[in-house]
């Protein structure tokens, strides 16, 4: 099963909050959502589509005319996606769960704690954890949320609680 159609991380990246904070949509990066909001400048509400794993094919500054996407903030939007469609109109971001690649958790660790963090010490956390997790975006995502956020998956509640030690 592909990561981004992966119900479990789904869940988890959505619960995430400090991960979907730090996201800056870019060329390359799927979320969980709507690929089109149909009806787009006839009246269609938010809530009208079903949310569906989708590839952000392009994402840009919000030109001055107001064409362009809006890339910060809550306000964000996305124009052109897997589904092909140009005219799809804006994707809120409140209605997209950033779900990220195994090498983004991976950097995300690199660019605070160096290699040392994201070889050594994810080793001991692999062998601790390995078997509660069906994938490596899952292990990768529980490990970033340990180390930084000091949170750990609690799959009963499937939530992220606080944590004094998780590694």
Known sequence: MKFYEDPLYIKMC?????????????????YYGPAVMSGYGYGAKEEDEEPEPCLIYYASPEDEDGYHPKVSGKD????????????SGPIPRHRAVWLPRQDQLQEMITREHGRFSLVELFYHFANKHFYEFRSMEQ?????VMCLEFKKKWNPETEKWEAVDECL
């Open 139 to 143: 292990l990768w995502l529980a490990y």
């Open 14 to 30: 959505q619960e995430a909050e400090e991960i979907q904070e730090m996201w800056l949509p870019q060329e390359g990066d799927w």
């Open 76 to 87: 964000w939007v996305v124009f052109y996606n897997s589904a092909g469609d140009w005219d």
